[in-house]
Nanobody
Framework: QVQLVASGGGLVQAGGSLRLSCAAA????????MGWFRQPPGKEREFVAV????????FYEDSVKGRFTISRDNAKNTVFLQMNNLKPEDTALYFC????????????????WGQGTQVTVSA
């Protein structure tokens, strides 16, 4: 079976940092794009970042540009999200995803999902 396991979330103060990891098992994603989404309380799931299989192409949501960095280690079948200068509005359940077949900003176009890790940022 295919599993994506996200970890690294927690409770931090505004201005702090967290590094999220997503390790995949059951399938190799070295040839597929991988991304991160988040879902704030009471809101829709939204795009955060995506990275191509080579790491050469990266896109970020405007609200996280300059603060978040997505990266991947294909040898370890893992994608990361380094989050710096966190803000209260970053509070959300963060999901990793793999293998979009259309619009990379649309969660419905991703074939595989992790279970999510909670990020809470206090003022």
């Amino acid at each position: 079976q295919v599993q994506l396991v996200a970890s690294g979330g927690g409770l931090v103060q505004a201005g702090g940092s967290l590094r999220l990891s997503c390790a995949a098992a059951g399938r190799t994603f070295s040839s597929d794009p991988m991304g991160w989404f988040r879902q704030p309380p009471g809101k829709e799931r939204e795009f955060v970042a995506v990275i191509s299989w080579t790491g050469s192409t990266i896109f970020y949501e405007d609200s996280v540009k300059g603060r978040f960095t997505i990266s991947r280690d294909n040898a370890k079948n893992t994608v990361f999200l380094q989050m710096n200068n966190l803000k209260p509005e970053d509070t959300a359940l963060y999901f990793c995803a793999a293998d979009p077949d259309g619009n990379y900003r649309n969660y419905r176009d991703y074939a595989y999902w992790g279970q999510g890790t909670q990020v809470t940022v206090s003022a």
